[in-house]
């Protein structure tokens, strides 16, 4: 796939094989060509985020590296080898770093197994999606040192709960640390319970709420909090009836 950056002075035209040939002709110059790349690490589905390469570490994780804005800016070779070899150097201390960043995400898993599996025995229908490690700039991985460079990485915490919409839904915390897990999710806690306590509610008098977004919006345009009139509504009928609330 052909890429084309517009800059300023001019247009920069690169194909996602050409930039992972230069960022393996980087390495291969830097006596890394035991470091891999590949043309299929680079996401082609997120139109948002082009050249978004999505790294294998270990087994099971992906470290979605990206350039800086200044990639699409370059418009001279000499500013684009500076870019390519922020992604070179990234690779190389994600290879250093591999056994230390499988520790960590870990780590993380096992204290959100831990906290979650506490949170359904008091009765949150919470659930662990996936750990994964949050997307970062090629340039923060970039640096001299491997150990400093794997600690900009954070680990991404996807739990699976009830939205404001009362729908399933899927939520991401970054973590910087295991001990951290607990505190990070403590307000999605507090949100599932008074969330499920409204369901149950719902449950009891019969009635099933599909409010529309527009509603929603008209609502929050006129300062009024939806939760509480639509609570308020119910209160002032003498017969079940039904809500319609269509998550955005």
Same mark, same amino acid.
């Given at each position: 796939? =052909? /890429?084309?950056? @517009?800059?300023?002075?001019? #247009? $920069? %035209?690169?194909?996602?094989?050409?930039? +992972?040939?230069? *960022?393996? !002709?980087?390495?291969?110059?830097?006596?890394?060509?035991?470091?891999?790349?590949?043309?299929?690490?680079?996401?082609?589905?997120?139109?948002?985020?082009?050249?978004?390469?999505?790294?294998?570490?270990?087994?099971?994780?992906?470290?979605?590296?990206?350039?800086?804005?200044?990639?699409?800016?370059?418009?001279?070779?000499?500013?684009?080898?500076?870019?390519?070899?922020?992604?070179?150097?990234?690779?190389?201390?994600? =290879? /250093?770093?591999? @056994?230390?960043?499988?520790? #960590? $995400? %870990?780590?993380?898993?096992?204290?959100? +197994?831990?906290? *979650?599996? !506490?949170?359904?025995?008091?009765?949150?229908?919470?659930?662990?999606?996936?750990?994964?490690?949050?997307?970062?700039?090629?340039?923060?991985?970039?640096?001299?040192?491997?150990?400093?460079?794997?600690?900009?990485?954070?680990?991404?915490?996807?739990?699976?709960?009830?939205?404001?919409?009362?729908?399933?839904?899927?939520?991401?915390?970054?973590?910087?640390?295991?001990?951290?897990?607990?505190?990070?999710?403590?307000?999605? /806690?507090?949100?599932?319970?008074?969330?499920?306590?409204?369901?149950?509610?719902?449950?009891?008098?019969?009635?099933?709420?599909?409010?529309?977004?527009?509603?929603?919006?008209?609502?929050?345009?006129?300062?009024?909090?939806?939760?509480?009139?639509?609570?308020?509504?119910?209160?002032?009928?003498?017969?079940?009836?039904?809500?319609?609330?269509?998550?955005?």
């Amino acid at each position: 796939m =052909r /890429r084309e950056l @517009k800059t300023e002075a001019a #247009y $920069v %035209n690169i194909t996602n094989r050409q930039f +992972v040939a230069t *960022i393996r !002709a980087k390495l291969d110059a830097g006596g890394h060509a035991d470091v891999p790349v590949d043309r299929l690490w680079v996401d082609e589905d997120d139109q948002g985020y082009p050249f978004l390469l999505r790294v294998p570490v270990g087994a099971e994780l992906i470290m979605p590296l990206m350039p800086l804005n200044g990639f699409f800016e370059a418009d001279t070779p000499e500013k684009m080898d500076v870019h390519i070899g922020h992604f070179a150097d990234a690779l190389v201390n994600l =290879r /250093r770093g591999e @056994k230390m960043l499988l520790r #960590y $995400v %870990n780590g993380v898993r096992k204290a959100a +197994v831990e906290v *979650i599996t !506490a949170a359904r025995a008091d009765g949150l229908d919470l659930l662990l999606d996936r750990v994964g490690l949050k997307p970062a700039y090629a340039w923060h991985l970039a640096g001299g040192s491997w150990k400093d460079a794997i600690s900009y990485v954070l680990a991404e915490l996807r739990v699976r709960h009830t939205s404001f919409y009362l729908r399933p839904t899927v939520s991401e915390y970054y973590v910087e640390e295991a001990a951290d897990v607990a505190d990070e999710i403590q307000g999605l /806690r507090e949100e599932q319970r008074e969330r499920q306590e409204r369901l149950l509610e719902l449950e009891t008098i019969g009635a099933d709420l599909e409010v529309d977004a527009i509603t929603l919006d008209l609502l929050a345009a006129h300062g009024l909090d939806a939760d509480q009139v639509l609570r308020d509504l119910w209160k002032r009928q003498s017969v079940t009836f039904t809500v319609q609330h269509l998550g955005r």
